[in-house]
């Protein structure tokens, strides 16, 4: 049975682990015991070596795989087919719900396998390993489980399927429902099957009522839903980091060599998607948020803030590369690490203030900020203030030059200006005029080096007069207005430049790697907010769902797409990505009182 990696893929997950299930109901990306720790599962990204890294069932004599999630949670389930009619359906879930007092979300897989038609036979393929995909974990066994010596901490996989069958992987009939729970190597307590049938109910019923609970726009309720649960998903819980993707080292282009791993938390990307999920009234995420940037903060002691650190604040992120991987479809290397936490990003500033100030104003948050809350975050703003003329590797992450990007310097203006507004709701005029004097003179000199003349428009750094799709942000900064001549011209310049047919690029100018090959599908999203901004709404609406037509069959967007072919690229799921489907959709979305 050939399996041929592809993006389309099914995350599932409890805010602790993930796993990533591909069409065939595979798992073959998960790391342990966190979303940066050790992959597991790791076949996604070792080209043609399918049967390790992998845990898969597969039915004799299989026709066909359907997928589905149930409705409003990451809970999978896949139909599995065999020629003479036979059919098993596998239920995929991590475990997510309250006892105790606490949130449960144990370093856990859990599967279900269900005989749904006539006689099903079944082969479990469950191969984990170590050390970043070098080694195959080595294994101990009882009467009803087996122990996987993976990276750091073991696993035990407790079943009431016959262990001598999955350890040889020897096929069997499957007649009744058979229960697997692959988590922490302890003994597993209670009845297997009682157990892991409530922790899915009781996983299914927190998904269910935490969907509830979204203000979601009236069109494309399931999309945003889905966006919404996956965005959740990306958040590690403990500390309330928030990863820009699932993966490392998927290409955003094929044999590009630009891979990189994306396990970790951007404070820009992460500020992106806390924003998104405040339209829809997510606030658990915010909190959560909120406390990990009071901690980065804190550790900065008012100095350099890191364009990224680990879900657990690390700051250092040493790239290496796991040369005994193939890649995804071969195409390597696959990154562990990311060396873009040694640059200057100057953005970052602006990004860390602009969600903080929501703290100070919002009176449903279980913590609302204080008097020294404020004084940290000026000293952010300082930062900001310091650094909005500086060179930078801008948003992009240039790693071999430097220039003072305009979106950085718009960023650091954006700072100054929302803690402008946050002084003067704390009644502090002295500190709201200080910011305010900050960000006037920040905006001169945007006005006077950023735009050019010659060409009748922003440029996307001071030195250059080259575009990039971050000055569509200019409207969503609100530094400008839909109507401001400066940016409508500079909008229809980089729709000119960077536009292809229903996509957009980053930049089109060459960079580290050469020419971009792959379009990026926020900026895409961001064409369609400029589009709906500027009074060309139908256009707008007829690129967003033809955006939404490329969706994987699980709902979800990587970060790249092939603008001739359609085709995903890019590490899944991004992040950006799915925030572009939530703030697209609010804000072309018809009212709900057009249906009440």
Known sequence: MTHTPSLELWPIGNCQVSGLVDRTGAIVWGCVPRVDGDPTFCALVNGDAQDVGVWRFEIEGQVSASQSYIRNTPILVTRLESEDGSAVEVLDFCPRFERSGRMYRP????RIVRPVAGTPRVKVVLRPMKDHGNTLAETTYGTNHIRYLTSGQALRLSTDAPVGYVLEQRVFRVEEDTHFFLGPDEPFYGNLREQVRSM????????????RGLATPYEWQEEVIRCAITLKLCQHEETGAIVAALTTSIPEAPGSERNWDYRYCWIRDSYYTVQALNRLGALDVLEKYLGYLRNIVDASKGGHIQPLYSVMGEGELNE????????????????????????????????IVLPTVQGFIDKRLLRIADERDFEALEEVGEKAWQMHDKPDAGLWEFRTRQQVHTYSAVMSWAACDRLANSAE?????????????????IRATIEAKAW??????????FESDYLDASLLQLLELRYCSPDDPRFVATFEQVEKELRRGEHMLRYAA?????????????????LIEALAMTDRKDEARELFTTMLDHRTGSGLLSEDMDFETGELWGNFPQTYSLVGVINCAALLSRPWNALR
Not at 320 to 347: C, E, F, H, S
Not at 425 to 441: I, M, V
Not at 452 to 461: I, L
Not at 511 to 521: H, L, R, S, V, Y
């Open 200 to 211: 899915e109910q009781q996983t299914r019923k927190y998904w269910q009522l935490w969907s």
């Open 452 to 461: 050019k003349e010659e060409g009748g428009h922003y440029g996307a750094s």
């Open 425 to 441: 709701h704390l009644g502090k005029p002295d500190r709201a005029e200080h910011w305010r004097t900050r960000a006037d003179a």
């Open 510 to 526: 060459e960079d580290d790697f050469g020419a971009p090959e792959t379009a990026f599908n926020i900026c895409t999203f961001w």
């Open 320 to 351: 290496t590369t796991a040369g005994w991987l193939a890649g995804y479809r071969g195409m390597g290397p696959v990154r562990i690490g990311n060396a873009a936490y040694k640059q200057v990003q100057y953005d970052c500033y602006g990004q």
């Open 107 to 110: 370093v856990a897989f859990a």
